[in-house]
């Protein structure tokens, strides 16, 4: 797996024909991106869009059932994402756990669901302001990973993971973490994953997700221990997203 890696998540953002036209614009830009690119559309799309994507581009379900197939009305499973050519999921995001109450539990029962299916789950961990400000957020942090990834997937699983950082206190809020609070969480992130599964922490992406744009991603990406980043925002926007992609890619070129 590329250890570089931009990904775009839409929320629930996005007409069908907007969704396809950015796709286009981005798949377009994917030929020779240094990164591994990947885009987060909504659901309901994610079965066309696959076409549009060519062979660089990875396509990411934002969400999936805790569950097997069964009677649980509204949700898809990661097999269906699977058998629809999704290769990532988003597991934890901070509004999964804030707004429809996702505890860690229900996190990993969705990460052990995604690697079942064959899939990459894209693990998104981060404390809030209150816990950054009570000096906890390593704590958080350490207690998300242990639950939802260490918990529930074996070394060989786990080579599969991405892990996104997203201190919760700069989604969406045009608030970003310093690049230098950025990579203290990155490392120690790297370090946890050391010691859990060993040599392979060294070839994990760990992305930083909060508020990136292309006018703060070069400085963020040029931390050693961030890999590229979990864009909200700012993926809606093609050409916006292209300059982030180009960012992480500038900086591993020059490495
Ligand atoms: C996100 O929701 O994953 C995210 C990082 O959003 P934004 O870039 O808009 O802060």
């Known amino acids: 797996m590329n250890r570089n890696v931009v990904a775009g998540n839409w929320k629930s953002n996005t007409g069908f024909n907007e969704a396809k036209s950015l796709t286009r614009a981005i798949a377009e830009a994917t030929g020779d991106t240094e990164s591994q690119v990947i885009i987060a559309p909504p659901a309901p799309y994610l079965a066309a869009l696959k076409e549009l994507c060519g062979a660089a581009l990875a396509l990411a379900a934002q969400n999936c059932s805790a569950y097997d197939m069964g009677a649980y009305t509204g949700e898809h499973t990661a097999q269906m994402l699977a058998d629809v050519g999704v290769s990532h999921v988003i597991v934890g995001h901070s509004e999964r756990r804030q707004l429809?109450?996702?505890?860690?539990?229900?996190?990993?029962?969705?990460?052990?669901?995604?690697?079942?299916?064959?899939?990459?789950?894209i693990i998104c961990v981060g404390e809030?302001?209150?816990?950054?400000?009570?000096g906890e957020h390593m704590n958080v942090v350490k207690r998300q990973l242990q639950k939802g990834f260490f918990d529930v997937l074996d070394a060989a699983k786990a080579a599969d993971?991405?892990?996104?950082?997203?201190?919760?206190?700069?989604?969406?809020?045009?608030?970003?973490?310093?690049?230098?609070?950025?990579?203290?969480?990155?490392?120690?992130i790297r370090q946890w994953v050391h010691e859990a599964y060993g040599q392979m922490a060294d070839r994990m992406p760990i992305l930083y997700g909060g508020s990136v744009k292309p006018e703060n991603a070069e400085e963020l990406f040029s931390q050693p221990d961030v890999d590229g980043g979990l864009i909200g925002g700012a993926s809606l926007n093609a050409a916006d997203f292209i300059s982030i992609i180009k960012a992480n890619d500038k900086w591993i070129t020059a490495n």
Do not use: C, N
Request: hydrophobic content about 40%; charged content about 20%; proline content about 4%.
């Open 100 to 121: 429809y109450g996702e505890t860690d539990e229900v996190v990993a029962a969705k990460v052990h669901q995604v690697s079942a299916a064959g899939l990459h789950p």
């Open 128 to 134: 809030s302001l209150e816990e950054r400000e009570s």
């Open 161 to 188: 993971v991405i892990i996104a950082y997203e201190p919760v206190w700069a989604i969406g809020t045009g608030r970003t973490a310093s690049a230098t609070q950025a990579q203290e969480m990155h490392l120690f």
